[in-house]
């Protein structure tokens, strides 16, 4: 497959926000001085503070489910995230509303925030039973302080102190409403050299009753496969206009690498080894260390149809079921062997794991005694997808396929997003979303 947690209660509100400032996306790569020592905000999932980990952002009751919401669903998302430093500290959330290609809206928070612009979070809870200790704060929104009224995009910001500008981190949400009709599917690409690589997305969309001036400019489609923003697909172009339909006809910015299934790595319980777990033993630092088998060399294999969650991320401690404080950090270590070191690039290990983004503490460290790639990461306990992917340099983008192959045949998840510019307000808001599967349709 290829692409882009007993709590106090809340402290109070306030009733003043300032938005920071506009910045541009960034690139998600980068040492680890620059990544965390940039605190201008970026409208995507950053974390801006070395000491936290494992940031989840889900559905209630689904962990493995994307933040998406339907607007004016009782359902709400739940932040989660550890950190290691051994204080409490008092932290605020708020969220921000971004057009379709996640620049902030202009628009105050009174417009698209139902209560109050900003809370508290409640006060963390610490690990037991973990060698390593951490604090772990949760919180979910939507909720009876703060609910959003607009359809579009959003980022969740979470800062220090009531201070915006000291920032913990962000992470990208939708909220959606079910207005444009959306007929999608994967069917094979017409490009016959790449039908066996290849998956294509054939679109009609339909949108009664929504006044758009200009389908061209003023309606926007973003495709994402397995929920990669890093490799979103945007630029459709409808090939035929009749009333309110658009005919894309199997359109060009619709073809993506098919990908290979992920490989996963269960390490709910470390008392026996499983899935390409070759055996435990106890790091320098007192923690478990989980020694994976060496990975094997996919990119020239015949496709394999094997299970797995689509690079999803899964907290979970088989011991202590349903209660993600007992699950403990342990070192993983990864080796992929290859003939020579790839030239050009970086290789990483990726997934939701390193939330889908090359970060340096998931870059791959070239081994020429053994001829392989290997990576030693902390990586919290539970069930994980991953794949190799190779980052040519100077590109934000990495490329999946090098390493793992790519082929039509693979099961991938696909989510189409439509958006529609909002004249009197200024903003883009998510009028159409429409969940499909490379298989079932």
């Not at 007993?6 to 541009?24: D, E, N, V, Y």
């Not at 060009?252 to 008392?271: A, H, L, S, Y």
């Not at 979970?316 to 080796?335: G, K």
């Not at 990461?377 to 190799?388: C, I, M, N, P, R």
Request: aromatic share 12%; net charge negative; hydrophobic share 35%.
């Amino acid at each position: 497959m290829h692409i882009q947690s007993a709590l106090l209660p809340g402290q109070g509100a306030l009733f003043l926000i300032t938005l920071a400032a506009c910045a541009s996306t960034q690139p998600a790569i980068s040492g680890k001085d620059v990544y965390y020592s940039q605190q201008e905000i970026r409208f995507e999932d950053h974390i801006y503070t070395p000491s936290v980990h494992t940031v989840q952002l889900f559905k209630k009751g689904f962990e493995l489910s994307p933040p998406i919401l339907e607007l004016g669903s009782p359902d709400p998302l739940v932040l989660r995230f550890d950190d290691f430093s051994p204080d409490n500290e008092n932290l605020s959330y708020t969220i921000v509303h971004c057009n379709a290609d996640w620049t902030p809206s202009d628009l105050s928070t009174s417009q698209y925030i139902n209560g109050m612009p900003n809370d508290f979070i409640p006060a963390s809870r610490q690990s037991f039973n973990t060698l390593k200790p951490y604090l772990e704060y949760e919180v979910e929104f939507p909720n009876d302080m703060m609910k959003p009224t607009l359809s579009g995009n959003y980022i969740v910001k979470v800062y220090r102190n009531n201070d915006q500008d000291d920032l913990v981190l962000t992470r990208r949400f939708l909220v959606f409403e079910n207005r444009v009709q959306i007929d999608a599917k994967i069917v094979p690409t017409r490009d016959i050299e790449h039908r066996d690589t290849d998956q294509q997305l054939d679109l009609n969309l339909r949108y009664p009753g929504i006044n758009v001036p200009d389908p061209f400019s003023d309606l926007k489609v973003v495709v994402l496969q397995n929920m990669r923003w890093d490799a979103a697909h945007t630029g459709f172009r409808p090939k035929f206009i009749r009333d309110s339909e658009l005919i894309y006809d199997q359109p060009k910015e619709g073809v993506f690498p098919g990908g290979n299934e992920w490989r996963g790595v269960d390490i709910k319980n470390t008392r026996y080894s499983t899935l390409r777990v070759d055996h435990y033993t106890t790091a320098g630092d007192g923690l478990e260390e989980a020694v994976l088998l060496p990975d094997e060399k996919r990119e020239f294999k015949v496709y394999l149809d094997l299970p797995d969650i689509n690079g999803k991320y899964m907290v979970r401690n088989d011991l202590v079921r349903d209660d993600p404080l007992s699950a403990d950090y342990i070192h993983v270590d990864f080796t992929l062997p290859r003939t020579a070191e790839e030239p050009g690039g970086d290789v990483y290990v990726y997934g939701a794991v390193s939330d889908f983004q090359c970060k340096k503490s998931f870059r791959c460290t070239w081994d020429p005694v053994k001829k392989a790639y290997t990576l030693r990461v902390l990586v919290k306990q539970g069930y994980f997808d991953y794949a190799y992917a190779f980052l040519p340099s100077g590109s934000t983008t990495p490329d999946l396929a090098l390493l793992e192959g790519s082929h039509f045949q693979t099961e991938n998840d696909y989510v189409v997003l439509v958006y529609v510019h909002d004249y009197p307000l200024g903003c883009d808001k998510l009028l159409g979303l429409r969940f499909l599967n490379s298989r079932k349709g």
